[in-house]
T-cell receptor, first 111, second 113 residues
């Protein structure tokens, strides 16, 4: 399973764009990259998933370079409610396969 | 229904008690998971069920016993737990490569006294 490395913590201010980069040097051909958000005492919540290039949805963008050894989650114009832990995971997404969490990035958004 | 429902939300049990955690989903997902999460740590995988059969056991102590009675329900039976087993227990489910990834429940906060 590909291991992921993320910054332990990041600070930002309301209204700023936040970019969180994840390294996954050993990503396999079949692996997808998925990001989750977790608030204290809640289950992780899916944010975005991608395989290559750029993916955008209503809450975030995911940038994946051609070599796929890293990915960047971009959160536009963060608010205080975006304060949470963000996890980057890689896996082939096969039903019944393992989903292993890395250490995550604790994002703190300040007024 | 797009949720994973876990009950109870909170549980306090003694070290000699037997209790069960319940997880339910009605999304037609055929893979279901149990995770354990300690404070300030990432979720740790415990068990995976695929098509109601146990496919992965991450060397979890036998005092934790999973059960999957049907495709919608996942239980975790607890017996003779230790205080260090106190944690948030999360259930998740998924289908193959869904664009929405894995769906997690809100968890059961377990305290062993």
């Amino acid at each position: 399973l590909a291991k992921t490395t993320q910054p332990i913590s990041m600070d930002s201010y309301e209204g700023q764009e936040v970019n969180i980069t994840c390294s996954h040097n050993n990503i396999a051909t079949n692996d997808y990259i998925t990001w989750y958000q977790q608030f204290p005492s809640q289950g992780p919540r899916f944010i975005i998933q991608g395989y290559k290039t750029k993916v955008t949805n209503e809450v975030a963008s995911l940038f994946i370079p051609a070599d796929r050894k890293s990915s960047t989650l971009s959160l536009p114009r963060v608010s205080l409610s975006d304060t949470a832990v963000y996890y980057c995971l890689v896996g082939d997404g096969n039903q019944g396969g393992k989903l292993i969490f890395g250490q995550g990035t604790e994002l703190s958004v300040k007024p | 229904d797009t949720e994973v429902t876990q009950t109870p939300k909170h549980l306090v049990m003694g070290m000699t008690n037997k209790k069960s955690l319940k997880c339910e989903q009605h999304m037609g997902h055929r893979a279901m998971y149990w995770y354990k999460q300690k404070a300030k740590k990432p979720p740790e995988l415990m068990f995976v069920y695929s098509y109601e059969k146990l496919s992965i056991n991450e060397s979890v102590p036998s005092r934790f016993s999973p059960e999957c009675p049907n495709s919608s329900l996942l239980n975790l039976h607890l017996h003779a737990l230790q205080p260090e087993d106190s944690a948030l227990y999360l259930c998740a489910s998924t289908n193959t490569r869904t664009v929405n990834g894995y769906t997690f429940g809100s968890g059961t906060r377990l305290t062993v006294v």
